[in-house]
DNA sequence: TACCCCAGTCGAAGCGCTTCGACACCCCAT
DNA sequence: ATGGGGTGTCGAAGCGCTTCGACTGGGGTA
């Protein structure tokens, strides 16, 4: 392996000298500085990342911390990490991945023993017991989603409360007059996970403002569950006529199922999703849809550790505006008598 | 930060002394050792990561090369990376994580800056650039797929020559006389994709083995690509019986798009897939399938490596044989006139 | 009793880099 | 001619750890 000191003495300099040439932190005479960077070009140097890191007190690492738990949806949790690694590159940094099971103490671990500078902490809980060491951890951190209590924290995330209300404006806006919220499975609902609580919140206190009927029900992955979950729906509210959907894996499934149960799309039942856009447009017919930007929240939240980073000030929370894109899954409600409108 | 001067000072013995007892690398009497626990503990003394590996020279991190691209199913991947990274921190590694597109380049850079002890690479191609540069650097690596050329190099796969064949085996025990195999995007192929092209092969192969019509054509991801394919597959196919699937997002449409065209499955139409365990037994029917065994590859491959690191041997290949699980989606051929067959 | 060996510990030398202070040197203002 | 302030470069210290060789003392052997 070429050192620093291999490259000083190539170029007839000090490796102090090679070391300003390529950090730029001193100013070099221009003769100086091209015979240096020959020098790295020809022997073919590479800065050794631990030494650099050691002295420096700098890894130019960020920990990404990403979930895999039960039923989180993957390919979004794919888009972050891409967006989080593509991102970090561009500022020279790399990504250490690390999984949410190894909990706070993980978390410790990466930060207490430097291997990284700063964490990017997806998933989070509304009362996360990682929140608390994330707050004294002597490292700058950002979170994707937020907790309850998100004070001296840097959250990113979309607005999930005003995307439950999106989607309730939309059917509302149709003519829809009987909702219901098709979710995550429960376990995401116990666990406290705030994108499916806030979309919950934002579909609750938009029916009632709309004066709509609006309920909300949990459903799992499999088929039967489906089946299950969409036929008491029905059961028990026939009127509904607009579903908004927020669980990825099940929207196939429950094309089948509502056309099993006789209902088509969009005709008797409208449907808005929450989900990514390329999702929304595979399918027959495609979803109108409230999607996840996650490749921006990605980039934004890399763009505000480095800046925190650099000693620079950024926003505690930064709520991504939802966008709904109206496909073909949602129309005008079923026309019904107005005097009982 | 607490260093490993402040833990010799507290227990009263020399720096190497702590670090001798934290390794295990010289024998310490049980009397220091405990002292010195003691002291870690009370002080909360985490070995600083680059004073490690610069001392040592070994960073205790291994690079993961995930593919980012075009037609790669994201959960396989997703597992993948998973397993990788929980194997991984059983062996006290952490995983840095890299995409595809920073190429050759990207490999160079991690490895020759020391910034990880060894490589995992993802979604090898039969002429992978990437692979010349394996084999020049010096440490150790581990490819999840594998080349035409695999001289010299550690490659770990699922036996997709097999797989493919596996699928072509179970329909012509059936009964069945004429298959296709609906592929992954061309794009997939086009790239020379290992597992996509060994796949073709095993199920060409054992088609002529068995006797029996076998017809490949690749299927991007839209709806109406789905849609035209398997109409003009059957079409031109129209005494095709039994239809062998690797392309996880396809699934559910493609089941849509056969009852769309009077298919059923499996009376009129049997189905083997290649996918995970849990999308096939989420269908409706059950789908027949080879399953993926992403942990158990990611898991290996991790455990080779650490072998290799520690100066072991390992096997240049590793073929996982794959696993046929029949569930609803095949059967006994329709009956046909015994004459013809 | 003299010797050797081994277990247990220490001190010092690095690992390869960054960064600080010092030092020339030159140019310009006096 | 002389002093002052840049500019460009160097040397050395030090980041926190591992590891090597050396040293000490106690127990066994001859």
Redesign the pocket.
């Known amino acids: 392996?070429v050192?620093?000191?291999?490259?000083?003495r190539h170029a007839?300099?000090?490796?102090?000298?090679?070391?300003?040439v390529?950090?730029g932190?001193?100013?070099?005479?221009?003769?100086?500085?091209e015979r240096v960077q020959r020098s790295v070009r020809a022997l073919g140097?590479?800065?050794?990342a631990?030494?650099?890191a050691?002295?420096?007190?700098?890894s130019n690492v960020l920990a990404l911390v990403i979930p895999l738990r039960t039923g989180m949806h993957v390919p979004v949790m794919m888009q972050f990490a891409a967006a989080v690694v593509t991102t970090a590159r561009r500022y020279d940094h790399d990504v250490l991945l690390l999984t949410a099971d190894e909990g706070p103490d993980g978390l410790e671990r990466v930060a207490q023993s430097s291997l990284v500078d700063a964490l990017v902490v997806m998933d989070i809980e509304l009362d996360d017991e990682r929140v608390p060491v994330l707050r004294e951890l002597p490292m700058p951190s950002v979170l994707i989603g937020y907790p309850d209590d998100a004070d001296g924290l840097t959250c990113i995330d979309l607005d999930f409360v005003a995307a439950g209300a999106h989607c309730v404006d939309h059917l509302a806006d149709l003519g829809h007059r009987s909702l219901a919220l098709l979710g995550t499975p429960s376990a995401v609902y116990e666990r406290q996970t705030g994108f499916a609580q806030r979309t919950l919140t934002g579909f609750a206190d938009a029916a009632e403002r709309r004066g709509v009927v609006g309920v909300e029900t949990p459903c799992e992955h499999t088929f039967d569950a489906i089946l299950h979950t969409v036929r008491q729906l029905l059961d028990e509210h026939p009127d509904i006529t607009g579903l908004v959907v927020q669980n990825e894996p099940i929207i196939g499934p429950l094309l089948d199922v509502l056309r099993r149960l006789g209902r088509r799309v969009p005709d008797d039942m409208s449907l808005v999703a929450i989900c990514a856009d390329d999702v929304a447009e595979r399918q027959v017919p495609q979803l109108s849809s409230v999607s996840i930007p996650a490749e921006r929240i990605g980039d934004q939240a890399v763009e505000s550790l480095i800046t925190k980073l650099e000693g620079g000030d950024v926003p505690a929370l930064t709520l991504l505006p939802p966008a709904l894109t109206a496909r073909e899954s949602s129309c005008q409600a079923p026309h019904r008598d107005l005097t009982t409108a």
């Open positions: 392996m050192t620093i000191a291999d490259v000083a007839g300099v000090a490796a102090s000298t090679v070391s300003y390529l950090s932190k001193r100013t070099i005479s221009t003769d100086t500085r140097y590479r800065p050794n631990s030494a650099r050691l002295a420096s007190q700098r």
